[in-house]
């Protein structure tokens, strides 16, 4: 006989187990792959989310992102923030509540590494900033006239996408010595400024990257 409890479990279980390469499961320990080869993550850092319908993917924290496997996903109803299935003996990723900002505002797919070309950026543009003179807090990291702008689109509910003589213009935030979720607030404060942004720059930290799906959300992190 089953009990109760087995059979809730086979039903959560049931969430994030498909033999579909583009199921997001499996799609999150992919690109979590692919991003610790190319450097952008180590350890445990960074994270991915998914968005399919009603339902929130994420990757948990404290697992190695090359050896993530779909069991240790984490599902989130995004209407109700309640988890609908837990992996065992993991806990949830920090960065949850920024995934769910990204998602918030149309996002398929939120992605976040800790890229040393992302925080060289940051770094780049404090040092600019104080050698001119001017608040280091009020400065984004600003690009025209380079092919990968061709990359982004114009903005959120605009068409088309950039060209090479428009300015790509990334919010920078603080980073915080705490909690990775000490950062929403800064992190929607900057999407409400730069509405246009795919992309949110944390100073000495990393990037969070997000798309309207996973396709897309990757293409923009990578460029």
Known sequence: MTDSKDLTNGIA????????????ANLICTLCRNF???????????????????HIFIAPSG??????RPENIFVLDYSTRSYLRKAPSLKPSQCTPLFLAAFDRGAGCCIHTHSQWAVLVTLLVE???RERGAEVAEKCFEIEMIEQIKG???GRGKQGMMGYFDRLRVP????????????TESLEAAMEKYPDTYAVLVRRHGVYVWGDDVQKAKTQAER
């Open 13 to 24: 279980d049931a969430l994030i187990k498909s033999s579909n390469p583009q199921h997001p």
């Open 36 to 54: 610790y080869t190319l450097g952008w993550v180590t350890g445990t850092g960074g994270g991915t989310s998914i968005r399919r319908g009603p």
């Open 63 to 68: 697992v190695q992102k090359e050896l993530m």
């Open 127 to 129: 040092r600019d900033a």
């Open 152 to 154: 982004f689109p114009k």
């Open 172 to 183: 920078i935030i603080e980073n915080t010595a705490q909690s990775e979720e000490d950062l």
